[in-house]
Nanobody, 129 residues
Framework: DVQLQASGGGFVQAGGSLRLSCEASGFSFEEYAIGWFRQAPGKEREGVSCISPITGVTYYVDSVKGRFTISSDVAKKMVYLQMDGLKPEDTAVYYC??????????????????????WGQGTQVTVSS
């Protein structure tokens, strides 16, 4: 049973930083792609970043490139999202999700379309201007 728990959200001023954590359990961590997604009020859920824990290969959507960094700790079954240079438009509920469709490979289209199979509860990130 895939279980994912996101944490680390909070309130920060523009230009500040936050580090989100995603704790995974109940599945073979190395065989899944792990992604971060977000949903702002009144908007559709969108992809942010993805990592293949077994290879370390990462993917970022254009809006966060150069500001966000995704990483994983296979031994701890944890995925992190370091968010620097935060902007008010980054305000959203952030979710981590896992997908086994491609045996741990991040498929860009799946990230862009938020098309992942298993989802955890989100954590709120609020960036003030």
């Amino acid at each position: 049973d895939v279980q994912l728990q996101a944490s680390g959200g909070g309130f920060v001023q523009a230009g500040g930083s936050l580090r989100l954590s995603c704790e995974a359990s109940g599945f073979s961590f190395e065989e899944y792609a792990i992604g971060w997604f977000r949903q702002a009020p009144g908007k559709e859920r969108e992809g942010v970043s993805c990592i293949s824990p077994i290879t370390g290969v990462t993917y970022y959507v254009d809006s966060v490139k150069g500001r966000f960094t995704i990483s994983s700790d296979v031994a701890k079954k944890m995925v992190y999202l370091q968010m620097d240079g935060l902007k008010p438009e980054d305000t959203a509920v952030y979710y981590c999700a896992a997908d086994h469709s491609y045996r741990g490979v991040c498929i860009h289209e799946a990230v862009d379309n938020a098309d992942f199979g298993s989802w955890g509860q989100g954590t709120q990130v609020t960036v003030s201007s």
